[in-house]
């Protein structure tokens, strides 16, 4: 099963006007990024995977993949999050959604393990330039007041196990050496 990791590098997507960040098959230096979020208020990050990957025209659905997040730091309010799978056209546009998991809240810093249900992918919409999309969502319904949370992103602590196998289907890579 293919590995990605959650990095801070900006994607070259936009999903629903906001900003994504690239899901890489790549392990990256860690970056520690700070969230706030106001009460009442949810902050959605986006990680999409890099043109062309995964690369497959058959993608497999059903069952779950295991995404991780490393939270570092949480401070103020009681924050909490979730997490989806969805799948966007090479351009970005949403094509197919997963739904969330339960809330799990942010108590302590630590590796939050997420477990979303994988959609049945619809094959009218298999494509080889389709791309994998991971919505983090971190909410603060439960107040007092504003709420910080510090994820380290880019190392084996805030990765994303996908069942969709790479450069299967009619969508094969060749190599030239």
Excluded at 137 to 162: H, K, R
Aim: hydrophobic share 35%; with cysteine; glycine share 10%.
């Amino acid at each position: 099963m293919p590995t990605y990791y959650c990095t801070a590098k900006d994607s070259d997507v936009v999903i629903n006007v906001d900003r994504a960040f690239v899901l890489s098959a790549d392990q990256t230096s860690s970056v520690p990024v700070n969230i706030t979020v106001a009460v009442g208020d949810t902050q959605i990050g986006h990680f999409v995977t890099d043109q062309g990957d995964p690369n497959s025209d058959s993608w497999e659905g059903g069952g779950t993949m295991t995404c991780e997040l490393n939270v570092t730091n949480v401070t103020g309010s009681l924050l909490r999050g979730r997490c989806r799978i969805r799948r966007c056209n090479a351009n970005g546009t949403i094509i197919e959604n997963g739904v969330f998991t339960a809330f799990q809240s942010f108590l302590t810093t630590g590796v939050y393990t997420f477990t979303p249900t994988v959609p049945t992918w619809t094959t009218a919409e298999e494509n080889c330039g389709n791309r994998l999309v991971i919505d983090f969502a971190i909410n603060n319904s439960l107040g007092p007041g504003n709420g910080t949370i510090q994820i380290t992103l880019g190392d084996t602590n805030s990765e994303v196990i996908s069942t969709i196998s790479k450069n299967s289907g009619n969508c094969r890579r060749i190599f030239i050496a």
